[in-house]
């Protein structure tokens, strides 16, 4: 094999790409014996790169697509382009917008994945931490005139499903600084900010999960930008770091995630440590109508 395999980065790319090889395999019913012998291979081969342990080359991805029984155009244009930047690690989602559906590299599959999940939330509560109602509240805001009671119903049951990762084995450490702003922010009314308040208060005490408050005192500080998450990925996976804006998600890699990471750190040191947090999130509770 090529040199260069030794020195591969295995990048989210990469292991995407060989999950979705895998999964289009294991839906045709060929095992990894019968795509060893097609491509002349050992089977071992097959397993590595469906690890993303080995990057896929071109040509194996168009052999595989043919044994498979993909013809379809779109799709694969798709796994071809893939392998063609598995070793690229900056921002996914506006290069593949005319090959790809919005499920590539998506938000849920990282948090799937993550030993390590650290927000910084500056307008509302953070997804995994939401309550039905809070969260039902915040789709159908962003749905607005199209939203219909299956389409909220199909959003809300994806979060709920998403809020698993918090009680998931391995445990997850999950971590979030949230703008008092965000407290105090009437989301779906009274009834519905004073459970989603008692909800956080109760996520404090658990030994997973660490909650911090950034005070509305401070000034100037590392998160005016706006809101982000950074996911710990295993070894040898780097951290991913997420941005959304009005212009599209940002998904991005080391390097450009460690300035995220920074900005977290600085956030952390200004913040209101748990004990405090609780505090105020009583507090304010306490002073809904």
Request: aromatic residues 10%; hydrophobic residues 40%.
């Amino acid at each position: 094999m090529p040199a260069r395999r030794e020195s591969f980065v295995q990048t989210l790319r990469a292991q995407w790409l060989g999950q979705q090889m895998r999964q289009l395999r294991e839906q045709r019913g060929i095992t990894l014996k019968q795509a060893a012998e097609f491509l002349e291979r050992d089977f071992s081969s097959i397993a590595r790169w469906e690890r993303a342990e080995w990057p896929f080359r071109r040509g194996v991805v168009v052999s595989l697509l043919d044994l498979y029984g993909e013809h379809d155009g779109r799709e694969r244009n798709r796994f071809i382009q893939l392998a063609e930047d598995a070793w690229r690690t900056d921002r996914w989602d506006d290069d593949y917008d005319e090959l790809v559906d919005a499920s590539f590299i998506d938000f849920p599959w990282l948090e799937s994945r993550a030993e390590r999940i650290c927000s910084w939330d500056a307008f509302l509560m953070p997804g995994l931490m939401q309550t039905p109602a809070y969260a039902e509240a915040v789709i159908r805001n962003a749905e607005g005139e199209q939203a219909t009671d299956f389409s909220v119903g199909k959003w809300l049951q994806l979060r709920i499903d998403r809020q698993r990762v918090l009680t998931r084995n391995p445990t997850v450490r999950v971590a979030a600084i949230i703008d008092e702003s965000v407290l105090r922010r009437p989301v779906g009314g009274p009834a519905v900010m004073r459970g989603q308040l008692h909800h956080l208060g109760e996520l404090i005490g658990q030994p997973n999960i660490d909650v911090r408050v950034l005070p509305s005192r401070v000034g100037l500080h590392a998160g005016l930008d706006g809101s982000f998450v950074l996911f710990g990925m295993p070894k040898p996976y780097p951290e991913v770091a997420y941005a959304e804006t009005l212009g599209g998600r940002r998904f991005m890699e080391s390097p450009k995630s460690k300035r995220y990471a920074l900005a977290y750190d600085q956030l952390r040191d200004v913040a209101l440590d748990q004990r405090e947090a609780a505090k105020l999130i009583s507090k304010i509770k306490e002073e809904l109508p």
